[in-house]
C-alpha cells in the first residue's frame, strides 16, 4: 500500500517530468521551423512599400515626394521601391538595417519625429544615409543601374560626360543625385 503509493508519486513526477521532454522536442522544433519561416516571411513583408508608408505617412511628407519622383514612375510598374533604395541587399547588412530600423519603431512610439518637426530633423537623417550611400559606393542604385542599364553610349552628352569621369574623380552616384526622390536638402 505504502510502497505503491510511492511509485505512483514517481510515476506521477516522472510522467510529470517526461511531458516537457516529450512534448516539449517537437513543439520546439516545430516552433523552430515556424520561426525560421515566418523570419523569412517577415523579411520580405517589412521590404514591401506599404510597409515603409505605415509610418512615414504620419511623420513625414516622405511618401508624397517619393510618389512625385521618376522612381514611383506611374504607381504600376514601379521603377524602385523604398526598400530597394534603402535595405542594403547582402543578408548581414540587411540584418544590421532591420536592427537598427528597431529604433525607428521606439522613436515612432514616442512620437520624436512628427509632420511639425520634421524639416528640423531632416539633414541630420539626410546626412545619415549619404553617408551610408558614400561608404557602399552606391550600392543600391548600382544593383540596377550598371550595365545595359548604365550604357554610357546610350546616354546624353551631359550624362555620358559626367558619368565618364566618376572612377577617376572618386565620385559615388549620390555625389550628384541628391534630392532625386525626396526634396533637395541644401546642408549649409
Ligand atoms: C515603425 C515605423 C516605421 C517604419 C515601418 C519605417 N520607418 Fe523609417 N523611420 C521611422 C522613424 C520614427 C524615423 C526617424 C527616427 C530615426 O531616424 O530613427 C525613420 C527614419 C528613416 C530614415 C532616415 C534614417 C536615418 O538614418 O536617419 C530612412 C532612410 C527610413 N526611415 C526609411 C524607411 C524605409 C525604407 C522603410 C520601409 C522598409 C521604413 N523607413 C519603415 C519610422 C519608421
Ligand atoms: C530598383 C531599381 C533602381 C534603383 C535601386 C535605383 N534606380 Fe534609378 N532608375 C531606375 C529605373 C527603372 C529608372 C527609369 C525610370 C523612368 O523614368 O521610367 C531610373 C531612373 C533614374 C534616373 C533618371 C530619372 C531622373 O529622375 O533623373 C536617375 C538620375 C537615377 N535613376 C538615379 C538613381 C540613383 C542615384 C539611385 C540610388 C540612390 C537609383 N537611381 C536607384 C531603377 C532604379
Ligand atoms: C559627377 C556627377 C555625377 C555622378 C557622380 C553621377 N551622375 Fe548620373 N548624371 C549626372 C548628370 C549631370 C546627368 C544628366 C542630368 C540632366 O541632364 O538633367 C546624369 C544623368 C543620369 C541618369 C539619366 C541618364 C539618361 O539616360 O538620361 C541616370 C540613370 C544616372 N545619371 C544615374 C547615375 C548613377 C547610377 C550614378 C552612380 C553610378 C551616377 N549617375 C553618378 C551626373 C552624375
Ligand atoms: C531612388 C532611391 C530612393 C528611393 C526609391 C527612396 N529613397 Fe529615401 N533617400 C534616398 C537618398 C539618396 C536619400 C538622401 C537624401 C537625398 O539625396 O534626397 C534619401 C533620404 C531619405 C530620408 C531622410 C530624409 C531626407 O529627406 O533626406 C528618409 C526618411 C527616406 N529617404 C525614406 C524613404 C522612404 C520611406 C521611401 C519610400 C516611400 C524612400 N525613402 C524612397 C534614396 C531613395
Redesign the pocket.
Known amino acids: 500500500m505504502n510502497n505503491k503509493g510511492e511509485r505512483t508519486r514517481w510515476q506521477r513526477l516522472w510522467s510529470w517530468l517526461k511531458r516537457p521532454l516529450a512534448l516539449g522536442i517537437p513543439i520546439g522544433v516545430f516552433l523552430m521551423v515556424m520561426g525560421a519561416a515566418s523570419f523569412q516571411g517577415m523579411m520580405v513583408a ?4 506599404a ?6 505617412l504620419k ?1 513625414d511628407t ?1 511618401v508624397q515626394e517619393y510618389k512625385a519622383s521618376s522612381h514611383y514612375g506611374d504607381g504600376e510598374t514601379i521603377p524602385a ?3 530597394d ?3 542594403p541587399h547582402p543578408f548581414v547588412d540587411k540584418m544590421i538595417v532591420k536592427t ?2 528597431l ?7 514616442v512620437g ?2 512628427t509632420e511639425e518637426n520634421f524639416e528640423e ?1 531632416r539633414p ?6 549619404w553617408k ?1 550611400f558614400k561608404k557602399n559606393d552606391s550600392a543600391n542604385c548600382r544593383e540596377c543601374h550598371q550595365g545595359e542599364n548604365f550604357d554610357l553610349a546610350k546616354q546624353p552628352q551631359r550624362a555620358r560626360l559626367n558619368h565618364e569621369k566618376i572612377a577617376a574623380r572618386g565620385e559615388t552616384c549620390i555625389d550628384c543625385h541628391q534630392g532625386l526622390t525626396h526634396k533637395r536638402i541644401v546642408i549649409r
Do not use: G, P
Open positions: 517589412s521590404n514591401q512599400n510597409f515603409c508608408f505605415s509610418c512615414h511623420m516622405i521601391t523604398c526598400s533604395c534603402h535595405v537598427i530600423a529604433k525607428d519603431v521606439y522613436h515612432m512610439m520624436t519625429i530633423h541630420a537623417m539626410a546626412e545619415n544615409v551610408d
